[in-house]
């Protein structure tokens, strides 16, 4: 097995052509074929999780200590008045985490396996078919997506110059 640099590379306004390839290697044992579930299956793990998260919103990234000074116990899908966060959200509705969890899935579908391009590429349109930016997406995530969003500009740029200097040869 060989070890990755400690840098990440897709932070670096230089990123290699090598580096994208391997970017777009699915990751195994997720290739196509090799793990079959049915439609009902999914469709209960994405319930599930929606359900968590719009129960979890209330108190999300809170410490316990926190969440019990308020509430004996939270039982129920709290009120965004009652809500220590996204207080800004109407009851019951999903976050980000369910949003980004449907796009991954859908993108996993359509191409059958994983990589973290295609990953970096649905998260980028997630962020922007739904605005994310503006509602309630982390600062570090949205970082971490604008500089992917740059890497990939970066190299299409290089790439491109290359192309042209190649053709005028």
Known sequence: TTTRPATNSLNHPNIQAAEVRRLRQPLRPFLKGTCTMNKATIRAFLEAFAIGDAYGKATEQCTREAIEARYDRVDTLLSPEDSLTHEDLFHGQVTDDTEQVVYLIR??????CITAYDTAMALLRWVNETDAANKYIGQNSLNALRSIAAAIRNFREIWIRCF???VRR
């Open 164 to 166: 042209c200097w190649i």
């Open 107 to 112: 993108e996993y579908a359509d191409k059958g």
